[in-house]
């Protein structure tokens, strides 16, 4: 199977078990519920989902095992994205070509469908899973916490709000950026890992993978904001600059972003040689995240 | 022990527990940290943890295992009032006779402090508990995340949303509660028994009792709203009424909201009949809870 068809068919798996995760909009109370599903359903490159079933595809963990930790994770990247969105955050009325929820609803219903959705990863992956040890599913769920609270995603998010203004150097950017956007992503790619009961070493060689992935994704989403158009993105060009934010193309211009791009993906396939073909997914992935630019 | 001496050590441990399970205010990112910080520690009645540990106590459970479901719960209440007191909620300058978290903070501040301690909540319980099976430690969390969702507490609130300025029967009022701090109640008490590996029927006796606990708490609520000071209170008194939300004491009248809670106290003793003296705390708790009022 090539790559893009690989792809569609993750895609659409991960849709229909977001569908079927996600309480149906008739269901009280039904405002929320819809508000919910319009914040997650019909959108996104779902690249958390594909990195969690190819990273799961190393150990040929079937797919129905792997759609639980795989929707749980975006479950979080979309909570996120409504609670970013919001007036007292990035402010922005635009997400994924769509107006931002708290536009569509108002912004105390954006404020608990981010709350909603954050449980409701929990929920997710504390269902039983088939064929998976209880205890490593506990443990599942703590990478997921972890990865998603204030030494992760949503302190990267504190270290953002606290940087806008600020001279940042590379150094002090990467510290946020691994936490904002690094820390999730690896959890996916791990979550994929432990669903195959991947043995130490091979979990410490896919969280380098996703360390560089988890960068390569933040460098590539910074030259996109600054070359390309909101029509494009689906959500608004050029905000960071607007917002004076520290981003790689303004810290080190675009062609040096690039270039750094470029070595990040080496280095992301590098890492991945001890697994051989079996790596497949998350080398493909590598290419497709940066192809997203050039 | 007498019941005031039993409340003081399970308010006491419950502190000592929040704040090892709080990451450090000099941890980066400080500012959240700090403001988490100050969101959980050194307020409140900790009624949810008090629930708990007496739930546990039918089953004679060390309070060492009790403590991590008891502050889930407390973490996850947290949370809730940070969001609630936001502008676009409840918009609440005070709590726990202090500034609530986005006047001493900031609203985006305010807003990740909320998210985290959410997540937070589920790291604490997925956390290996000794003496639990895996197996049900995942059911554990996952009761705990239905009654947190948008099928339980969050849930509650869009209701309440939706109910300012409307007109509610006793009915709907009930609906309300039962999603808005019922469900996170009864998830406090039920936490508690299943660490004693309760039985299907004592799990349903206990249900029961948390389910008038939750209506009595919230009659309460409604009562002290109407009648005590702000100081009293430490949030702000009248609440209600100002912004014509529906109530115990605006639908049933002051006397009649009072004896509600008197039926709920006596029905909350009856269903604990079963347990006999093991339930002693239960049973205080109940008392506890109607005589802020009288």
Known sequence: ?????????????????????????????????????????????????????????????????????????????????????????????????????????????????????????????????????????????????????????????????????????????EFMHIHKTGALIRSAVLLGAHCGEAAPDALEHLGHYANRIGLLFQVVDDILDAEASTATLGKTAGKDAAQNKPTYVNILGAREAKAMASKLRQDAHDVLAPFGASALRLHELADFIVERTF
């Open 1 to 173: 199977m090539d790559f893009s068809t690989w792809m569609s068919g993750i895609q659409q798996r991960t849709e229909s078990a977001l569908e079927a995760a996600l309480p149906a909009p008739t269901l009280a109370p039904a405002n929320l519920h819809e508000a919910m599903r319009y914040a997650v359903l019909g959108g996104g490159k779902r690249v958390r989902p594909l990195l969690c079933h190819a990273a799961g595809s190393i150990f040929n963990i079937a797919g129905s095992v792997l759609d639980a930790p795989a929707i749980a994770v975006e479950l979080i990247h979309a909570y996120s994205l409504v609670h970013d969105d919001l007036p007292c955050m990035d402010d922005d009325d635009l997400r994924r070509g769509k107006p931002s929820c708290h536009v569509q609803y108002d912004e105390a219903t954006a404020l608990l469908v981010g709350d909603a959705l954050q449980t409701l990863a929990f929920q997710t992956l504390s269902n039983r899973l088939a064929g998976i040890a209880a205890a490593r599913q506990l443990d599942m769920l703590h990478l997921l916490a972890v990865a998603s609270g204030s030494r992760g995603m949503a302190g990267g998010q504190a270290i953002d709000l606290a940087a806008v203004g600020q001279q940042l150097d590379i150094g002090e950017l």
